[in-house]
């Protein structure tokens, strides 16, 4: 399966939501178009780095990459920033990884990864902090082979208050 991966823009929106609204509804999670995911509505004004997976102009993967001052405490170990539990000592989140599941298997989750880190590694960055809801066993998996490891656990903000591990990837 040849995939490329590039920016997206909000010419994409359409197929980013698709992604992963498809992901929410394989999960029975919440989707909230006005709250958690309103984001997604209109990526250029709410991400500077978001990338897509495409296979023949059709979207069946996404990554964002958020960069941001040092968050302080013990590289690696949680703590409450801003109101949120974060991973200490990241300057920088991988954010929104989904596959949409005809996908899966085909190195496109990997590629995503091997994406933002490198472009984290670009902007000189120097841990990445990541966070996944527990039921996702697969993609704990996919970011231990890419060099995650699990520093604690939250709550997640989202409508379905969903356990979460907090990773870290020492860039």
């Avoid at 109101?83 to 990884?97: A, H, I, K, N, Y």
């Avoid at 990541?130 to 656990?153: E, I, M, P, Q, T």
Wanted: aromatic share 10%.
């Amino acid at each position: 399966m040849s995939f490329t991966i590039r920016k997206a823009d909000n010419s994409d929106v359409e197929g980013v939501v698709d992604v992963i609204h498809t992901v929410f509804d394989e999960y029975s999670f919440t989707w909230e178009e006005g709250g958690y995911h309103k984001d997604l509505y209109d990526i250029e004004a709410n991400y500077e780095q978001f990338f897509v997976a495409v296979i023949d102009h059709r979207v069946v993967g996404t990554v964002a990459l958020e960069l941001f001052d040092q968050i302080p405490g013990e590289i690696g170990t949680l703590g409450e920033h801003d109101g949120f539990v974060r991973v200490q000592g990241s300057d920088c989140s991988l954010e929104r990884l989904y596959v949409h599941p005809d996908a899966r298997r085909h190195g496109v989750g990997r590629a995503l990864i091997d994406h933002v880190v490198h472009t984290a590694r670009l902007e000189e960055r120097k841990a990445m902090e990541l966070w996944s809801d527990k039921r996702f066993g697969d993609a704990h998996r996919l970011y231990g082979r890419s060099g995650a490891r699990v520093v604690g656990d939250r709550i997640c903000h989202d409508p379905d208050q969903s356990p979460e591990w907090g990773l870290i990837i020492e860039l």
